[in-house]
């Protein structure tokens, strides 16, 4: 066991009795602070917002790119009262919206339903929100963490509320389409570069990024809906807002589909650019004959 992982760990525990001003004050502080030290980072961001945003000022670039790091720190604390604090904390720092949907149905229905989940900083926020409201089975899937315990301390806290289930991407898509079949809700990432053997290419932002079929390729096969859901880091904690269902998806076409996805992601992107997961490298995988951007 690390002992670096044991210290985060009783470190985050202990954090979550700590006021939410005070969390975020923190975050706030590391958050500038990574902006200023965290260089090779900083430089990923800032390639990303200038790929992405062409049309904007070098200054607001540069806002956007330390609100970004400042919500990465403070998102990243919060998951001590996610994860830790009790449930009634939890509760009433999570609000649940969806002025267009049947809550009550996205939450305890029994249509076959997907949460497209876009990779804003709440994401942690939304799925514990939503499971501690919900008594489908739901499930998610993970990248598994080097450290053993850190790992196991990720698992624990996304499957502290509700009837939740963890798969790593290794173990295949059969128990997410039985569990679908079922009756169950996929909370889904897939707008991240996890490589070419996974992805394809279609345009996010103008640029070809890879990009995994995951979402028209579950829905087809699970016979789901979609729904997105984005959260907000706001004052009071985390809002999460259910959208409108997707009616033309999936379609037969598992590219067009993706590519359609990513349209509708920049919209929502567009919406709160800082809060948006810019520190990944969204545009690693390059196509055949391009060169590296970063």
Not at 185 to 194: A, H, K
Not at 224 to 231: C, G, Q
Request: proline letters at 7%; charged letters at 25%.
């Amino acid at each position: 066991m690390s002992v670096s992982a044991r210290l985060g760990i009783g470190f985050m525990k202990a954090l979550s009795h700590v006021p939410l001003p005070a969390i975020r004050g923190l975050g706030y502080v590391l958050g500038r602070i990574l902006h200023t030290a965290a260089v090779p980072r900083r430089r990923v961001v800032d390639r990303n917002l200038e790929l992405c945003f062409p049309g904007k000022s070098l200054a607001e670039r540069k806002r956007i790119s330390r609100d970004t790091f400042i919500y990465v720190a403070q998102s990243w604390l919060d998951r001590a009262w996610l994860w830790h604090a009790p449930r009634e904390v939890v509760e009433r720092r999570t609000t649940v919206m969806g002025a267009q949907v049947d809550i009550d149905e996205v939450l305890a229905g029994t249509t076959p339903l997907i949460l497209f989940a876009p990779h804003f900083y709440g994401l942690d926020a939304a799925a514990t929100g939503l499971t501690m409201r919900s008594p489908r089975e739901s499930t998610t899937i993970y990248t598994t963490q080097r450290d053993p315990m850190l790992d196991e301390w990720v698992c624990k806290g996304r499957e502290r509320f509700g009837n939740v289930k963890t798969l790593n991407r290794v173990d295949g898509i059969k128990p997410i389409v039985a569990a679908l079949r079922k009756g169950g809700l996929l909370y889904l990432l897939p707008d991240m570069d996890f490589g070419r053997d996974q992805s394809i290419f279609v345009p996010f932002f103008g640029v070809q990024a890879a990009t995994m079929p995951s979402l028209s390729r579950f829905a087809r096969l699970g016979r789901a809906k979609v729904i997105p859901v984005i959260t907000r880091v706001v004052k009071q904690g985390y809002e999460i807002e259910i959208l409108p269902e997707w009616k033309d998806f999936p379609s037969d076409d598992a590219v067009a589909d993706t590519a359609l996805m990513n349209q509708r992601l920049e919209r929502l992107i567009e919406a709160m650019p800082s809060q948006y997961y810019w520190v990944h490298r969204r545009f690693k995988t390059r196509p055949e004959g391009e060169p590296p951007v970063y």
